[in-house]
């Protein structure tokens, strides 16, 4: 399997633009989450989906943040109008469930830089 | 109080020497605790999961865990250069096993 594929990698964008991040999770994991990482939060759970139902979307900073997972296989995460304090590198990761909790597997990371 | 504290170091321990980290957690419902290791510029990695009181091995790593006192660590034995990276304690957060809270980590540099 090819991991969690995260796009795009890097992204630069000026303030007020509207990004969207995707993400494929691993094929038969069925539940997937999404986290913002910076150096000053650390890593911060944003949204988790479980068969494709948003499950706890607590952490989600604002209305300015939106996620959706219309299948099994596909997950975006859009920004709408963007800031600079949104730049940090966002982690989509998918979990498979042994021994009774969840183990994660992180994509690469998209790393959003908003001028 | 946040619910997974890590001291963020940087901890330096010389090549050979055991590493220890540590990490405490608010929830006393949380029933599953785990050790990423995330090298700079990379995704974080698991490392090790533990689930009952007391030690697991897994080659040169130990998790402990302390439910009791709500206090889980990490002991890397026979450090290398390699090991250094940031260490996150992850706790399953709320008596849901799916939501996964993460410490700031803990930078380990490990010298020759």
């Known amino acids: 399997d090819a991991g969690v594929i995260q796009s795009p990698r890097h992204e630069v964008t000026e303030m007020g633009q509207e990004v969207t991040l995707r993400c494929k999770p691993i094929?038969?994991?069925?539940?997937l989450f999404w986290y913002r990482q910076t150096m000053m939060r650390g890593l911060e759970l944003l949204i988790y989906?479980?068969?494709?139902?948003?499950?706890?979307d607590s952490g989600m900073p604002e209305d300015r943040f939106s996620a959706k997972m219309p299948n099994a296989s596909f997950s975006t995460l859009k920004i709408q109008p963007s800031e600079p304090r949104d730049s940090a590198v966002y982690f989509c990761?998918?979990?498979?469930?042994?021994?009774?909790?969840?183990?994660?597997?992180f994509g690469a990371g998209s790393r959003l830089t908003v001028l | 109080q946040k619910e997974v504290e890590q001291n963020s170091g940087p901890l330096s321990v010389p090549e050979g020497a055991i590493a220890s980290l540590n990490c405490t957690y608010s929830?006393?419902?949380?029933?599953?605790f785990f050790w990423y290791r995330q090298y700079s510029g990379k995704s974080p990695e698991l490392i090790m999961s533990?689930?009952?009181?007391g030690d697991k091995e897994d080659g040169r790593f130990t998790a402990q865990l302390n439910k009791a006192s709500q206090y889980v660590s990490l002991l890397i034995r026979d450090s290398q250069p390699s090991d250094s990276a940031t260490y996150l304690c992850a706790v399953n957060i709320g008596g849901n096993t799916d939501k996964l809270i993460f410490g700031t980590g803990t930078r380990l540099q490990v010298f020759p």
């Open positions: 094929s038969g994991h069925n539940s």
């Open positions: 533990i689930y009952s009181n």
């Open positions: 929830d006393r419902g949380s029933q599953s």
């Open positions: 989906f479980n068969n494709n139902v948003p499950i706890d």
């Open positions: 990761a998918s979990s498979e469930r042994l021994s009774g909790a969840n183990v994660l597997t």
